[in-house]
Antibody, heavy 119, light 107 residues
Framework: EVQLVESGGGLVQPGGSLRLSCATS????????MNWVRQAPGKGLEWISY????????YYTDSVKGRFTISRSNAQSSLYLQMSSLRAEDTAVYYC????????????WGQGTMVTVSS | SYELIQPLSVSVALGETARIPCGGN??????VHWYQEKPGQAPVLVIY???KRPSGIPERFSGSNSENTATLTISGAQAGDEADYYC??????????FGGGTKLTVL
C-alpha cells in the first residue's frame, strides 16, 4: 500500500523553527517528484514547495522563500521541510504530496501535520 | 501570477448533476486536476489531466476543459459527494496554482 506519513508538527513561537518529515512506503520514492502543500484553518489549499526526484530541481512559493528549505533522502524514502523564521500566518496543516508520473497532479497525499505558530 | 476562480458554493439535488466551474485565462491550454476534500481528511485526486479518473474514482466523476473554463461534473450526485472541491494547474511563472475551492452541498 502506498503511504505518506507526516510528522514533526506542533506549537512553535513566532521566529522559531520546525522540521517536518514525510515517511513514504509502497512505491519507488526516488522516481517521483514530491511537494509540500498547506491549508490554513478554514482556508483553501496552498502549494508551498516542490522537489524533483533527485533533488536537483527545487521551487518555493514566494511567501516562504528564504525561510523554508525542502529536501529529500531517497535512501530513506523520506521528504523534509525545514521551516525557520516562522510567522503566525504559517499556521496550517502541512501535507506532503506525491506528483503522478507527468509531475503535475498530486495523486497521493499524507494525512497532514498541524503547525501552530503562536506565543 | 496565474489565478483560478471557483464559486464558493454549489448546490445540487440528490441524484442530479453537479457542475463545478474553474475559471482561468486560457485554462484550456493547460492540464487541470481536481481534488475532493472532506472535513478532517486529506485531499483526494478525483480527476487529472482534464478528464482522466484515477483508479477507484467512480465513473460519475468527469471533467472537461475548454477556453477559459474547466468543469468538474458529478452525475447522479450522492450524499457522500458533499465536500470541498479544488481545481489545480501548473503555470510557468506561479508553478502550482490551486483554485479557492468550492463547497458542494447535496440537498
Amino acid at each position: 500500500e502506498v503511504q505518506l506519513v507526516e510528522s514533526g508538527g506542533g506549537l512553535v513561537q513566532p521566529g522559531g523553527s520546525l522540521r517536518l518529515s514525510c515517511a513514504t512506503s509502497g512505491f519507488t520514492f526516488s522516481t517521483y517528484t514530491m511537494n509540500w502543500v498547506r491549508q490554513a484553518p478554514g482556508k483553501g489549499l496552498e502549494w508551498i514547495s516542490y522537489i524533483s526526484s533527485y533533488g536537483t530541481g527545487i521551487y518555493y512559493t514566494d511567501s516562504v522563500k528564504g525561510r523554508f528549505t525542502i529536501s529529500r533522502s531517497n535512501a530513506q524514502s523520506s521528504l523534509y521541510l525545514q521551516m525557520s523564521s516562522l510567522r503566525a500566518e504559517d499556521t496550517a496543516v502541512y501535507y506532503c504530496a506525491r506528483a503522478e508520473s507527468n509531475g503535475e497532479a498530486f495523486d497521493i497525499w499524507g494525512q497532514g501535520t498541524m503547525v501552530t505558530v503562536s506565543s | 501570477s496565474y489565478e483560478l476562480i471557483q464559486p464558493l458554493s454549489v448546490s445540487v439535488a440528490l441524484g442530479e448533476t453537479a457542475r463545478i466551474p474553474c475559471g482561468g485565462n486560457n485554462i484550456g491550454i493547460k492540464h487541470v486536476h481536481w481534488y475532493q476534500e472532506k472535513p478532517g481528511q486529506a485531499p483526494v485526486l478525483v480527476i487529472y489531466r482534464d478528464s482522466k479518473r484515477p483508479s477507484g474514482i467512480p465513473e460519475r466523476f468527469s471533467g472537461s476543459n475548454s477556453e477559459n473554463t474547466a468543469t468538474l461534473t458529478i452525475s447522479g450526485a450522492q450524499a457522500g459527494d458533499e465536500a470541498d472541491y479544488y481545481c489545480q494547474v501548473w503555470d510557468s511563472t506561479t508553478l502550482v496554482v490551486f483554485g479557492g475551492g468550492t463547497k458542494l452541498t447535496v440537498l
